[in-house]
């Protein structure tokens, strides 16, 4: 799959000391790599040691001396003593879509245009012997119908076998489209297409794809690679049937003897590990599963492809643009420079919206073929069916721990599936939540002939943290510790422990944890109670980020980058940034992202953005201010470097009496713009030249009401205290994190892709039986803001997207056990699984009494 | 969904007299529109009835009760003061269904005659029995939602939310066809699949629903109506119960329970009802009509849940209904 984003690893090693081996099997951060000091990376230039701030305000503030391109701007201080950045600034295109004015994909109409519609497959598992689509060309309005010869987004096998159209695999593979004058008129042409199958065997059943002699996905070794978003499964491991892995990572040690020659270290065994399990005081031992979730943005994928001789332009609903161009410039064997994509407005994308798609590069056939531009968004069903998914798990874990909390062994074993996709891991938690000697993490793959994973909103995370923070909450409870004291006791000497430490003290404080009471001791059928859980995510960069800055003769202000806004807010953000820089306020500034025509801008997946596209954006702002001091400073009678802008007014710092406005200033210049553009720098190095720690997460605290007579669980109140670095706009920040708490908890209560195994079809394909929380079930959030500083770029900032929905169903869980005494070990917790589990709970007890 | 043709109506004569093969009524066109896009219905005409002028009234008669015209809206039902003050078990089912937009176009007619929900029936991909195939695939996993009673041979659960406060009422339909007029009790209107799998009433081709007619509440009549779904906003209940009591100070002279989401029909719980009728309600008799409410249930291999989640909504209701209002 063309990808350009260069994403680096994890940074998820703890900062040295003992634990320093625990998070081994990340590779090495490809812009952490260490460079000689006073060097920067490949075409980043000579760098000098500045101190810049480092820590938590209020808690752990210090200095520290980073390197620094010589000619980036100067050290930003902390938000409080910031104009712009760190302000509650409204969208800045709010106006536009609360009206209807913002043109989304689906809006747009072009002279000519033809609707497309996809062609399924109604089979799971099946060989196309034929398609005849004669009776369809002729029907009214038909302009063009396309077969595919390639499906993507899905697994594939080195060796496909040529069969004359690729082998069905799922039910909802798409197989081709048709385009006609009508949106109805292709529907209708579709279903006159005859296509004869010849139907094989099928699984659509986690567990029973594990067994021998389960009918195969893949014949042979398959992979799908991961997207800008994440996902994708690992390279190089075993399949086995339909079961691909293990993938073993955690604690690395020693290896004197590697199997491959490269390797110095290797992952524990599992005799090691059963060692350090066996020698713990207390051992937790449980199982936890979760279901499959599909993304369900309201704005389905989709795109208008306009195909001309001269020109591909691509109006597509994405998450990269530059994916979307890139994958098409390589299908149609198109230059890049020839291919434009553009994303004005995008109505949610959560991880799955990378790439062309097959549906994208269907419309880009029948645009060539018909000669004029199409229209292709999916249908809800097609978007539930063969778009992506979070795939299911089922975790086995063990965790061992001494008398006083502290960790000695963690042991998972997890199985998913995405379909015939893969990147089912389940134990980025387990890795990197608390100190621990001893990890290993065994992680398979198991192929089903259902619809392809994709990476959403921190694959792996929120499944991995539903398992392991109950685990932990289990541990605390059977050494008779409060939950809260143990992570306090384990969540040491890594990145996030200073951090987290302080949104427990906060969230504790918020919620009222010093007044919950113990497990199940309400009365009455109503029961209340609170649980905690913890997330991490890594701070991930993409280089491809690029920013130009405008400054023009009329006082305007121009920024324009090829990265979009998929809803988050990132135009208002750079105009934030852009503002600071340049002492003006951010509705002077124009922001136009979203178009590969701009410099390249990063994908949006990872939670990368606002890490990767401010700091050039504010280089290019600093640099742009430089240009036009070099054209005014003459006329104004200063040098260019005495000269500055402070709320609008441009003056010599050594005569502020003569400050003139900015347009004013504008006005002195001598041509009719001047600019600037800058690239994405790597991270910053300590003074050794050392790559220096950061990553975020946060803690959330869940307050819930359990009817333990119907099975309802109404989460009541979620106080969510989260960091990101430098926050730029917590506005737009309580924005992401209410998002991220409302798909949690639909994650946790409601939202389950239902298969009918016999068939191998889904069966609520619509948002009516797909589950999704509503607005009655939307719990009152309250979310805090932890700014934490690292000194890793000239903004220090970075996303929120991921980490704020790891979290919740695990506190949702630890809430109701909190409750009810009852321990809900799969979700989602529909009234059935809480009743049983209630059950089971009151049989086991009236057993012991 | 296939091409059209489309006719305004503007009397019941008109309507009525366009009735036949391929031909479909459209009042809000809420389900129509789920089934047409699916290619459940096929239609080669719709006509158009929602202009037609009277069907929209909520009327009252001290003597006679409530008459409500089809073309009604649940939105209307909810708002509406007399029906939330008398029938209130009808004004709640109606409040509660769908949401504030499906409500506002819903028409209390096209409620009741709406197809299921069964997830089987609702995919063109299932050729069930209910549209000429021989497979129930309800009965054969991927069930919890639905029916425990009556699910043989075909295991749906009646989707109408007002359809079980107006049988519990005692509710008339008056049925309008080319050759005149005729009323059936709600409760004869509904049908069990065993009788005719293909549908769910006894609606002729011709007739079509031209009033809702509910008699005055005895004295001492009190109701209650608890819908309780997966979650709150825009769900089918996976269990409804109406209660209507007839009381005599403490005593239950009449009771009318009744069960949505539980059967093909909506299920008329008479087992509870004969616990309840002469005694004095109490925590401990309602408990005991809940239980043999569900005793006869017959559930399906993963919809048992059901059975203790009625029994809990069951006895609520008939002890909120003794508690409460009309």
Known sequence: MPDETTKTAPQQNPKPGPAAAQNGGAQTPRAAQATPPGQGGQGQGPTKSVDM?????????????????VDEPPVLAPNSELKSIGKRTARVDGKLKVTGAAKYTADINLPGMLFGMM???????????????????????????????????????ASEKDDKYPRIRFAGQPIGAIAATSLEGAEEAARLIKIEYDQQPFVTDVEKAMQPGAPVVFEGQAVQAGTAGGGGGPANVKQNGN????SLQGTRVADPAPKDPRATTRSLTTDEINKALKDADVLIESEYRTQVQTHSALETHGVVADFKPDMLTVWASTQGTSSVRDELSAVFEIAKSKVRVITEFMGGGFGAK??????????????????????LMLSRKDEHLSVGNRPNSIQKLRIGAKKDGTLTAI???????????????????????????????????????????????APGHPQGAFGFEQAIDELAEKLGMDPLALREKIDVGLDRSDAHREERKVGAEKIGWANRKPAGSDTGPIKRGIGVAQSIWYRFTSRDSNCEVKIMRDGSVQLMSGVQDIGTGIKTVLAQVVAEELGLKPSDITIRVG????????????????????????EAAFKAKQELFKEIAQTLGATVDDLTIVDGKVFAKSHPEKAISFRAACGKMQTEEVGARARRRDEYKDAQGKNVPGATGGVQFAQVAVDTETGQVKVERVVAVHDCGRPINPLLLESQINGGVIQGISYALYEDRIINHRTGRMINTNLEQYKIVGSLEVPKIETYLIEEYWGRSSTDAAGIGEPCTVATAAAVANAVYNATGARIREIPMTPARVLAALASTNNVRSARS | MNAFEWTEATSVDQAVAQLGEGVVLKAGGVDLLDLMKEHLVEPKRLVNIRNIVGLDKV?????????????????????????????????????????????????????????????????????????????????????????????????????????????????????????????????????????????????????MITAIKVPVPAPGTRAAYTKQGEKESQDWPIAEVVAVLEMD?????????????????????????????????????????????IASADPLSENRYKLGLFEVIIRRTILAAQGGRA
Not at chain 2, 89 to 98: P, R, S, T, V, Y
Not at chain 2, 274 to 281: A, D, T
Request: charged share 20%; proline share 7%.
């Open chain 1, 595 to 618: 178009d590969t025509n701009f410099p390249a801008g990063p994908s949006s997946g990872g939670s990368v953005t606002t890490n990767s596209i401010t700091p050039p954006a504010r």
């Open chain 1, 53 to 69: 701030p480092i820590g938590i305000p209020g808690a752990t503030l210090h200095k520290a001396a980073r390197l620094v391109g």
């Open chain 1, 411 to 457: 042991h998972l074993v997890s199985h998913g599936t995405g379909g015939v996709g893969t990147g089912a891991g389940s134990g980025g938690p387990a890795r990197g939540l608390y100190k621990c000697p001893n990890i290993l993490t065994e992680e398979y793959d198991v192929f089903t002939h259902a619809g392809p994973a994709a990476s959403f909103r």
């Open chain 1, 354 to 375: 990378f790439g062309a798609g097959n549906f994208g590069v269907l419309a880009t056939y029948l645009s060539k073929k018909a000669q004029a531009p199409v229209k």
């Open chain 2, 249 to 293: 100070g403490e005593t239950c002279k009449k009771a009318s329970i009744v069960l949505g989401a539980a059967s093909p029909v909506p299920h008329r719980a008479k087992e509870a009802e004969s616990v309840l009728v002469g005694k004095k309600i109490d925590e401990a008799l309602a408990r005991e009509a809940a239980k043999n409410a």
């Open chain 1, 119 to 157: 062609i399924t497959s109604p089979h799971p598992s099946a060989i196309i012997r034929s398609i005849d689509t004669s009776v369809a060309e002729k029907y009214p309005g038909v302009k063009a119908i396309h077969i595919l010869t390639k499906v993507f987004g899905v697994a594939q096998m």
């Open chain 1, 243 to 246: 079961v691909r892995g293990p």
């Open chain 2, 59 to 207: 009327e009252h008669d001290e003597r006679t009760g409530l008459k409500l015209g089809p073309l009604v809206t649940l939105a209307q039902l909810d708002a509406h003061p007399l029906v939330r003050s008398r029938y209130v078990a009808l004004a709640d089912a109606a409040g509660n269904a769908a949401t504030p937009q499906i409500r506002n176009m819903a028409s209390l007619g096209g409620n009741l005659v709406q197809r299921p929900r069964c997830w089987y029936f609702r995919n063109e991909q299932f050729h069930c029995k209910k549209k000429g195939g021989d497979i129930c695939y309800a009965q054969r996993g991927e069930n919890q939602y639905h029916a425990i009673f009556n699910n043989d041979p075909c295991a749906i659960v009646h989707p109408s939310a007002a359809a079980t406060p107006l049988v519990a009422y005692g509710a008339t339909l008056e049925l309008t066809s080319p050759k005149g007029k005729r009323e059936i009790l709600a409760e004869q209107f509904f049908q069990l699949p065993d009788v005719d799998v293909h549908r769910e009433n006894v609606l002729a081709a011709d007739e």
